[in-house]
């Protein structure tokens, strides 16, 4: 905590004041227009209403199944390291990162029109992968993970200019009200929450097992769900859920004898690549964000796969 | 542990075996017949069938608004100690026990025919209060609970004999899929689970917090899931839901910004009162498993409230 935080110019400064407080969005939602991608009129006015739009059984059965099997053999072959994580107390591994670099399958799903051509809609253009992962919420010992703005930590912690990028999970198990679906604040996204808290060295070691810095009070989520009432993206395998950067989300332990896995991409505009973290400790590794803004649609001329 | 344990001629008989073991329940589910209680016969079918039935709103706003008032007051004022669980970390209360002894109004509720006739009917007969409490899941931190058969511990730990006993949760706040519903899995109460590992001494003290003994392995729950699904008691608050003491149930964790506080009843048989509890070990105190099986309906003649 070398650099002086701005907070006079910076619209999303955060961790930087003794009290949270909320502040309104700046930046649209939707930077695309109908025309330039596949999601209709409605879809696109759902998406700028709640910050999340859930698509069932975008992907085949055959598909997922394949795709299922692969991160069950990765995670089998996982070994403890960067882009690891391991369950606390359990030690089964929860997320593998970086999916889109090493796995050849991974790679194609962040590649298929599908997903990509959404992300291009909703952004306004080219797009690179800011992080890819898998996660995996155990049968019966699945962890809660508590209420947090992706965008919050990768403006402070990873230097996220703007609210520019757009998440997808997509399902590789069917996702449930009893295996720790994905809970969402609707409307959560046009609210930019400034947490309380300095952000702690090398905080991305805990931050990804459990996040104490950076988390929403009770209060203001109080005043998000008073607002937008709570959701949760359920559907069968296949299905994805695209969430905006700011929007609000959790999810609850899993009980079930079922487990909940998904494959989840980021993908931010090419025009809002990374800069010096904003709340001036040093940038996370490439694995949680990536500094090589290479936009998807020149894989294949610059990385010859 | 200084008692042999009897595995020959105690049917459900517990933490007995090296390896888990599934044997049919011997006892009936529904006690008496249709013509002696307010449950018609598609309810009576049903809750033989599943093992637990939803009552929505059986009891009004107006009765449950005081009801929960009455409980934050219990909860500002109670002093730890026994009868008073605290939650691990946050330090909030979590239950409050013997609500029938030590309130008035709750004494009202566990004699109200709504719920008491039900009760009666359930389990052919006059019936006592084996145990009542308060259970708060507060918003944001409120913990899971995992999968467990009551009558398991009850039968090991207190001394209930048969499975003549039924628990009522009346919701005091609505219950939701977000704030730690109770789970359920219909069709369990019909097998009894052996469960693995020897009881500890005091075990109570710290089961009621978390349980690790006397808790389904996994290999069980799948067989059970498997077999009969899995389903969640949601409803307003004045909701009640009626399960049977075999039911396997748990809840999830509650991330949301409501709490869910209910109010635990559990009637059992004057036919099926304790004895030496069958893990021989000392029988668990009054507030868990009461051993003065006066009857609901001689309250006024023998305490004179």
Known sequence: MTTTLDTTTDPYHSRTTAEWEATPRIDPVVWGDVASGPLDEARCTSYEKNGYLVAHELFSQRETTALHAEAERLAAEAE??????????????????????TSELFR?????PRLLDVARQLLGGEVYVHQSRINFKPA??????????????????????RMRAVSVSLF???STEFNGALLLVPGSH???????????????????????????????????????????????????VFFEC???????????PWPRTNFFIVYNSVENRLVEP????????????????????????????
């Not at 194609?108 to 298929?112: G, L, N, R, T």
Request: hydrophobic share 30%; with cysteine.
């Open 172 to 174: 590789l198990t069917a």
């Open 108 to 112: 194609c799903v962040a590649s298929d």
């Open 246 to 256: 700011n929007t609000m989300h959790g999810s609850s332990g899993n009980l079930s």
């Open 278 to 305: 904003f709340g001036g400790t040093p940038a996370r590794p490439a694995f949680l964000g990536d500094r090589d803004a290479t936009p998807v649609g020149a894989w294949n001329e610059t990385r010859g796969r």
């Open 140 to 161: 019966f010992d699945g962890k809660e993970f508590f209420w947090h703005s992706d965008f919050e930590t990768w403006h402070v912690e990873d230097g996220m200019p």
């Open 80 to 101: 403890p390291g960067p882009g690891v994580v391991i369950e606390p107390e359990s030690r089964a591994v929860r997320s593998l990162f970086r999916l889109h670099e």
């Open 190 to 240: 046009k609210t930019f929450i400034r947490c309380v808290g300095e952000t702690p060295e090398n905080h991305h070691e805990k931050s990804l097992k459990k996040q104490e810095f950076g988390v929403p009070c009770p209060e203001a989520m109080r005043m998000l769900v008073d607002h937008g009432g709570m959701d949760s993206a359920r559907g069968p395998a296949g299905s994805a």
